[in-house]
């Protein structure tokens, strides 16, 4: 009889226990999806620009045309590269003339859910953002005539252009090369992380280490900067809101104050998506900073001024690297012949 | 009776014409087998180098890599941009440092039927090849050394040595990744231009002009050194041996006699492939004639001394676009992740 009580005893006990870490673990998830939104499986429709099979396929083919550049060596996907979490492995992207950009390359994974583009958000969309690096004198130095130039220089192009914009009289245009280029880009997302199944319901995709990351992750207020589908992206937040980082972080740049000559703006830049973030090194609009562990720790720092022990910020580590998903399968475009008319590279 | 015989007489007549255009046909496609073998389906094998599916993949991602660079931005497909006939649209390719380098980079497609590779022949095999723009101070300007640690800093690259170099102790090395490269680019074949399907026997795959474009092609000469599967790159062969092109063209370049010293390879070069030439300008070892009809036109002068007019010009321009086969259809690798190990890149 005692032993068929014990037994009962440590059963009573044991149920009751994992009722209450059921309990907690059903509270993370809620608290997880109060906060976040998986990525959606199929690319979001973009207002006033509409996605087309043979929009999609013309920007795919505009993302990865070398000839939109001044030096016909460099595309978007230089910067961008679909094979390295949609950046570059540079502190800041190197364009025309072996020159340094001013800031670290942004994903374009999933950058369609980002309330605007760039670093300081100065492109409303990710079609305006397009027409930026093509003219940039340190990325793609090219100007919009030479661009549709090369365009039209080329009958394929043309042709699907005119597919793709169907009753416009002339669709070649810097324009439309750049909606093109968004439709294209607005399929760049990465869903089915281990996170993303997590928020779908699923309590056990995140392991235990990954799970105490999460809790940390919103118990301290990353997530006041970080949330959503995106893990940030969704507006402007001060750099060094506790306490400044390092020179060599702010690098000098001010931020969207550059832009907008606001008191408010002075080091405030759009919060970076944090998905995929283990892919994507360097850290921070200056890129100075490789390794993950590092960043969490400044941002520990200079946003939260939480204290967070090493143990600590490894399991947000750990709960970061579980955003990693599906990367986007790219088949690479056969760029149409060259013509007669086509301009020539220029390296200077 | 007399409306009936002229009728028959007409009849034939017509059939017998046409008789003699179906023996002239049939000797033309005769003496084209001969002459070229069409592009096969599959990729050869490569002795002492199987390819394998792990292999092939492991290959594609190293030829999208850009970490094998010592600035990390440049990949065998920069020069060789699969979406662009197998080359880049420059004059002679630009690398690290935005320097250029001394010959225009001739297309990785077909390359495995060359004998040999480079404009001069010095790499034996695709696998020699792969490793010298890796080091080259105006291309990717790294060590092996340091390519090997790059590799070894990424636990999926270890990953995929071992399954490609079974048995190895230490699979990750700088001949390992020439060899993966190699079984790769061994894929990057275009079957199946019309030229071929005509080489298969269907004498209808090419119009008239493209015929008779292919009819001078042989008759003049031009197939002595642009012969086989390849359309070149067969043998080396003395640019100018009926009259030295112009000194732009030449450039000062010497071809295989700074290989060689040998007397007989002075200005001495292996054939270019012709196939898909059309989407490959610019043309020659100096990239300077960036027109096709101009490009074929110096061949007239200086190794046929043909006098061919203008018009039989275009025909064999046409007959050489009539080669353009199936691109290849590359998925674009997903490279892994960087780790604190892995070597930050230097733009210097």
Redesign the interface.
């Known amino acids: 009889m005692k032993k068929t009580y014990v037994a009962a005893l440590v059963f009573t006990l044991a149920a009751s226990v994992a009722g209450y870490a059921a309990d907690k673990e059903d509270t993370l998830l809620k608290d997880a999806q109060a906060a976040f939104k998986p990525i959606p499986d199929k690319a979001p429709a973009i207002k006033g620009n509409e996605a087309t099979p043979v929009k999609i396929e013309l920007g795919k ?1 505009l993302y ?1 045309e ?2 939109l550049s001044k ?3 460099i595309s978007c996907n ?1 910067c961008h ?5 949609g950046a ?4 800041t992207s ?1 364009g025309h ?2 020159k ?1 950009g001013p800031r670290n390359a942004p994903t374009v994974f999933n950058s369609v859910f980002n309330l605007a583009q760039f670093w300081d958000g100065r492109a409303k969309d990710l079609a305006e953002q397009a027409k930026g690096p093509v003219q940039a004198s340190v990325e793609m130095n090219n100007t919009p005539e030479n661009v549709v130039k090369v365009l039209n220089s080329m009958p394929e192009y043309v042709n699907l252009f005119k597919q793709a914009f169907p009753g416009q009289a002339d669709p070649v245009t810097f324009d439309n090369m750049a909606k093109a280029i968004e439709v294209f880009e607005a399929t760049l997302n990465t869903p089915d992380s281990k996170f993303d199944l997590f928020l779908k319901g699923d309590a056990q995709a995140l392991n235990q280490e990954e799970k105490e990351g999460l809790k940390l992750f919103m118990a301290h207020g990353c997530v006041s900067c970080h949330s959503g589908v995106n893990m940030g992206g969704d507006g402007y937040y001060e750099l060094g809101v506790v306490k400044k980082p390092s020179e060599k972080i702010i690098a000098g740049d001010t931020g969207r104050f550059a832009l907008t000559q606001a008191k408010h703006d002075e080091f405030s830049f759009k919060s970076p998506s944090l998905r995929n973030i ?2 994507t ?1 360097p850290y921070f609009h200056s890129g100075v900073v ?2 993950l562990n590092e960043a969490v720790a400044v941002m520990n720092d200079s946003q939260l001024g939480a204290d967070l022990k090493e143990g600590d910020l490894h399991k947000i580590v750990a709960f970061l690297k579980a955003t ?1 998903g599906k ?1 986007p ?7 149409p ?2 013509t ?1 008319a086509t301009p ?2 220029s ?1 200077d």
């Open positions: 083919m990865f070398p000839r030096s016909s060596l230089t590269n679909v094979g390295l979490g570059d492995y540079q502190q190197t003339g072996w340094k283990e892919l090194p490789w390794d990693t990367q399968q790219v088949m690479h475009p056969i760029l012949a060259p007669n020539k590279p390296l």
